[in-house]
């Protein structure tokens, strides 16, 4: 375990974007729109500039590929991409665009590994070709959906209206469900080659197929003339040791592991495409259901992209300081609560059942009062705004009887704060740490498993403790920093190794961080005290014409907002787009690789120290 | 050289560590703790120690006041001198605007004679089903007509008619808000200059009749000291529950017909409005 403290470089984009035009001079061209950064590729030159980006220039890590839909504004769609250095540093964004009927952009797979499930979704949901993925399949559909969502034109199942607030709930609201209504009437805008006999789910035997599973029993030993064939198992979608409804598609010789498919789409809601229906402040509650165990820290991301928008416009006022420091607080105590319920279920992974994960549990409790005194809620935060956060903290934390047997508490907020940070964490982290680290079972059942080494890591995208447990000190926080983050001391913990141990480690010593920083928010705390922590944005902000990219280091990884807005001054304030770098999702692309070769006992452990939530990777 | 299993039987004695210790609490308040309110808030502070529950439904803990559930409406009380039971809500539609999920459906009240609109509702849904709680109606309502309740305790066996709540459903008395928030109540209040609704304390002013100060407060631990002398505060309550129950009871009485009515009803008022839309639309076009 080392704690690394790096040296973020003063990256110059735009003289980056320079020397890259001189390059490609035909190629690369700057994007022309308002209030849009970066370039624009020619898309066939893609593969070429993209493998100079990273070679020549360093852009080593892509955190995101994501596509959008101009339809009616352009007619064409565009793969924005989000490019950095791990040695820190802003974002080289680059755009290649393709005509809306037949898209087809080449595949960065070969580039940059990570960008494999963001292609397959883009191709999911709007069904952009890209030569090259060796299996562009759906990923989080089915495969016979008719379609692709994300498409402008493409309209939902009792779809109401392009935006929200609906016409029909003010001023002659008489209500009716939606169950009243038929599903699939003239509400629903049908492919004009739409066939029904389609409509069969293939992805069975496409995965199966995929496996390179026959009929045939294969000769695999050869040795003693004993005929043996590789074994499918579906660990999941039901299973505990899943977190979620999340399926591993495994192929086994013996009790080996020969290849992982991860599965998943179970609890896919299409949140980009409500998100996009929504309007920007409506849009808040809903990524509290994203990563639902650390919802202030979504609101934050979420905040920042935003205000990144509404900064472009002249009225624009940034969050008092008070307000940044509550934020910073909020976040690093989600911190802890991540990372207490993912060590937690660690173990429960490793068969140490509920001890640790009811110890860690209590500790959390207790951060959790303080969110609902706070906040109104205790996973559903929805706590920040564009401009501030909701509230400032309450000067108690108390109740009031309400109902039959309520018991209430009465305590002094900033009593109750520095006696859990000073105090009762430490203790616990202490004891926690007695527990658990030079336990012998936990040390075989983690060291040496589920390697990861840096330079996979970092080509697979992968965020978090994950990278960061791999040796590379990654961090947002300090890579591209934001809110108050560039005042406060803290270190960067990263492991050696890259194995399940050392990603436990980096957890523990994360709650050690968040506990230091937390201890310098204290005092920031009681001197702003009576700050206004709201600045006067409203309920319908008038979002400046351009796109953003709000990131924070959530306790899972790198949360990415990417917000596009059109501005549209009269009409309803809604996002253009809104698309979500889900550090679970991304994650993920690591999991088969990282299992290859272990026992089927470990990748549930694997799988439990990348730590995922399928309300983020489902989306 | 170290032994193998130093580890393991180093957090076997804090596992036992934390055994007794749940057992030495217990002995220590003699169960005092499960009945006693002062040592309720020990247990649940940050001092306790070993393992500890809270006994549902024996014993609940009381949720803070920002906590929020589903929204309701704030009438005025029953016994308030100039407009009993009028309601706060002026009908403007902010709440039904900010609702990420749509789910609050308002009819805008209508002079029956001159046909304008008044500032009143005259209906107004929340399908609980859909409420995300997000608490955005109570924040951005310019009257503090619309707030979040405590009561979480609404479970029931019937989706499709027990989840629509109505204006009757909803109504609260002000009252009511006092009690289940005092800080937040007393900081609005402040915000307004008064205990009263705002367009009552605007139009005291346009007539320079002086505002009835309902009964000036300043501070929060003074409302909490008013809410128990004006004594029967369990009964207010008890009033507003008594009053629900009394509609469920209602219900349930004269059996699903009465749903069924009320369901018919809205469906025809709905047609009506969608007409109506629609002949403005005609006519506008």
């Not at chain 1, 789409?265 to 509290?288: A, C, Q, V």
């Not at chain 1, 928008?309 to 934020?327: K, N």
């Not at chain 1, 906040?375 to 509230?391: I, P, Q």
């Amino acid at each position: 375990m080392a704690i690394a403290v790096p040296q973020t470089e003063q990256v110059d984009v735009n003289a980056v974007i320079d020397k890259l035009k001189e390059k490609f001079p035909e190629a690369v061209k700057n994007d022309p729109r308002q209030g849009y950064k970066g370039v624009i590729v020619d898309k066939a030159k893609l593969v070429e500039v993209a493998t100079s980006i990273r070679d020549d220039f360093g852009f080593d890590y892509l955190s995101s590929a994501t596509g959008v839909d101009y339809f009616g504004i352009a007619d064409e769609m565009e793969m924005v991409y989000h490019a950095y250095r791990t040695t820190g540093g802003p974002a080289l964004v680059f755009k290649a665009q393709t005509p809306r009927d037949n898209p087809e952009i080449p595949s960065l797979i070969d580039v940059w590994p990570g960008a494999d499930f963001q292609e397959r979704e883009v191709w999911d949901l709007y069904g952009i070709r890209f030569p090259g993925h060796p299996n562009l399949q759906r990923i989080l559909l089915w495969e016979g959906f008719n379609g692709h969502p994300m498409r402008k034109d493409w309209k939902e199942a009792y779809y109401e209206e392009e935006h929200k607030p609906f016409e029909s709930r003010w001023p002659d609201g008489y209500i009716h469900r939606s169950e009243e209504a038929n599903a699939y009437g003239h509400n629903v805008a049908y492919p004009a080659d739409l066939d029904l006999s389609r409509l069969t789910d293939t992805s069975e035997e496409a995965l199966y197929n995929s496996l390179g599973l026959g009929v045939d029993v294969q000769d695999l030993t050869g040795e003693g003339g004993i005929r043996t064939d590789r074994l499918v198992v579906n660990l999941g979608p039901h299973h505990p040791s899943t977190h979620g409804v999340f399926r591993m598609v495994v192929t086994l010789d013996g009790e080996t592991i020969e290849t992982l498919d991860p599965v998943m789409g179970y609890l896919h809601r299409n949140h980009e495409k409500i998100g996009e229906r929504n309007s920007f402040l409506h849009n808040m509650p809903f990524t509290d259901r994203l990563d639902y165990i650390s919802s202030m820290s979504n609101n934050l991301g979420y905040a920042l992209a935003v205000e990144q928008l509404l900064a472009l416009g002249a009225r624009y006022q940034p969050p008092s300081y008070r307000a940044e420091v509550i934020r910073v607080l909020m976040a690093e105590l989600t911190r802890i609560v991540n990372h207490l319920w993912s060590l937690g279920f660690l173990l429960n992974d490793l068969g140490a059942f509920f001890t640790p994960m009811l110890y860690a549990n209590n500790e959390r409790e207790k951060i959790l009062d303080f969110f609902e005194a706070t906040a109104g809620s205790r996973l559903m935060c929805n706590y920040m705004r564009f401009g501030g956060v909701f509230k400032d903290i309450p000067e108690r934390i108390h109740s009031v009887v309400n109902l039959v047997n309520d018991k209430v508490r009465d305590y002094n907020t900033m009593d109750y704060l520095t006696e859990m940070i000073n105090e009762r964490l430490p203790r616990f982290m202490d004891e926690y740490e007695r527990l658990l680290v030079n336990n012998e079972i936990l040390k075989t059942r983690t060291i040496g498993v589920g390697i990861l080494p840096p330079d996979r890591a970092i080509a697979y995208s992968t965020c978090g403790p994950l990278l960061r447990g791999s040796g590379v000190a990654y961090d947002v926080r300090r890579a591209d920093p934001y809110s108050i983050y560039p005042e406060l001391d803290f270190d960067i913990p990263v492991g050696v190794q890259g194995d399940i141990y050392d990603r436990f480690m980096v957890r523990m010593h994360e709650i050690r961080e968040s506990l230091r920083i937390l201890k310098q928010i204290l005092p920031r705390l009681e001197r702003t005290k009576g700050e206004s922590v709201m600045t006067k944005v409203g309920h319908t902000p008038r979002v400046p014409v351009g796109e953003s990219y709000g990131r924070v280091e959530n306790p899972k990884g790198e949360l990415g907002y990417y917000v596009v807005s059109n501005g549209d001054d009269k009409g309803p304030q809604n996002p253009w787009r809104y698309h979500i770098r889900a550090p679970s999702f991304i994650n993920l692309t690591a999991l088969g690789p990282m299992a290859k070769g272990h026992k089927v006992a470990d990748v549930v452990t694997i799988l439990g120290s990348i730590d995922i939530v399928l309300g983020e990777t489902d989306r | 050289m170290t032994m193998y299993g130093q580890g393991i039987l180093r957090g076997l004695t804090i596992t036992l560590k934390h055994l007794v210790k749940t057992y030495f609490n217990d002995m220590r308040y003699m169960g005092k703790k499960y009945f006693n309110q002062s040592e309720f808030e020990l247990r649940q502070g940050m001092k306790t120690e070993g393992i500890y529950t809270v006994q549902y439904p024996d014993e609940k803990v009381a949720v803070p006041e920002r906590f929020r559930f589903t929204p309701f409406l704030v009438v005025e009380d029953a016994d308030h001198p100039e407009r009993p039971g009028h309601d706060w809500c002026t009908s403007c539609g902010i709440c039904a605007k900010v609702c990420p999920p749509q789910c609050i459906w308002i009819v805008r009240g209508e002079d029956p004679v001159t046909k304008r609109p008044i500032p009143e509702p005259e209906a107004f849904f929340i399908d609980i089903d859909i409420c995300m709680n997000c608490g955005y109606c109570a924040e951005f309502c310019p009257f503090d007509a619309i707030k979040m309740d405590h009561d979480y305790e609404m479970a029931s066996y019937d989706r499709t008619t027990a989840h629509i709540h109505d204006k009757e459903r909803l109504s609260k008395p002000f009252s009511y808000w006092l009690t289940i928030a005092p800080t937040t109540a007393h900081e609005e209040a402040e915000s307004r200059g008064s205990w009263e609704h705002s367009d009552v304390v605007k139009s005291k002013k346009k007539t320079s009749t002086p505002a009835t100060v309902y009964k000036p407060v300043s501070s929060p631990a003074e409302v909490m000291e008013m809410l128990k002398e004006a004594a029967p505060k369990p009964a207010a309550t008890a009033d507003a529950v008594a009053t629900t129950e009394a509609v469920a009871t209602a219900a349930a009485a004269t059996g699903p017909s009465a749903e069924e009515v009320l369901k018919a009803e809205r469906l025809r008022k709905r047609k009506e409005a969608l007409a109506r839309k629609l002949a403005k639309e005609a006519s506008g076009g």
